[in-house]
């Protein structure tokens, strides 16, 4: 159940949303990659400005680039214009980004001529979940230094994980493939918004053993993210959108399970 905020508390939250800062050592605060990676923020407002083929090139190649377990490159990118996008899913790419990548975790393609987890599917899925995020990263993080905004999507117009099988159909994917999430890019329109509340280093760095959290602390971290959710969607709040992710997730784990682990059925 998510807590109702006093109006004191969601004043005092969108403060501290709005005071947060990155913790950046004074003498790396110049360093310019670790600047894009700091000021990145997930934008949804873009411009109509057509982002150039040289550069969403380059953003794409950041992606085949990433690191991945014995480079194994278990990630497939599907590439979109916005006349694309709107063959394939009959509306505009959402927020109206000029650019989108549904990025997929992609098993098929190296099963063809080496099968690692031949009796191992749960591993098998989670390297090229672990593999495929990673490549995401580094198309957002090239985009940013490239001037161009974007922001990861699960669920906004069916684009990722929850709505995996309807993706799967769209796109014609094999099994062994599931589509995770969709990347927009755009230029934004208009100032970032600021730094989401992010939980503070001692509540997740550990050093040997575990450190259970501490309850005030989420609690205030909760706190912000109801109170910054209802400022960015006036119509909407926090726990709707929740309870959206709820009415899908019972049959997203039911594709999921036909989707990641149709082998242990076959054998």
Request: aromatic share 8%; proline share 7%.
């Amino acid at each position: 159940m998510i807590p109702r905020l006093s109006l004191s508390t969601a004043l005092r939250s969108l403060i501290r949303i709005v005071r947060g800062r990155p913790r950046v050592p004074p003498s790396l605060a110049d360093n310019a990659l670790l600047q894009v990676i700091l000021n990145r923020r997930s934008v949804r407002s873009f411009t109509a400005q057509a982002i150039p083929e040289d550069v969403f090139a380059a953003i794409l190649e950041a992606g085949r680039l990433a690191p991945s377990t014995v480079n194994l490159q278990s990630w497939a990118f599907a590439a979109f214009d916005a006349d694309l996008w709107r063959q394939t899913f009959g509306q505009s790419i959402p927020f109206r980004g000029n650019r989108a990548v549904i990025v997929v975790a992609d098993t098929y393609r190296d099963r063809q001529v080496l099968d690692a987890f031949p009796h191992s599917p749960l591993v098998e899925y989670t390297i090229a979940v672990t593999n495929a995020s990673l490549a995401a990263m580094n198309m957002n993080i090239a985009a940013e230094a490239l001037g161009v905004s974007s922001v990861m999507l699960s669920e906004t117009g069916r684009s990722g994980l929850l709505d995996a099988k309807y993706l799967q159909e769209r796109l014609g994917l094999p099994e062994g493939t599931v589509p995770l999430m969709t990347i927009v890019f755009g230029y934004a329109r208009g100032p970032y918004p600021p730094m989401p509340p992010k939980l503070p280093p001692e509540q997740i760095i550990f050093q040997g053993r575990y450190t259970p959290p501490d309850r005030a602390t989420m609690d205030d971290w909760l706190a912000q993210m109801i109170a910054g959710y209802k400022a960015s969607h006036i119509r909407s709040s926090f726990e709707s959108q929740l309870d959206i992710y709820r009415t899908k997730i019972g049959q997203a784990e039911a594709d999921l399970r036909e989707m990641v682990f149709y082998r242990d059925r076959q054998e």
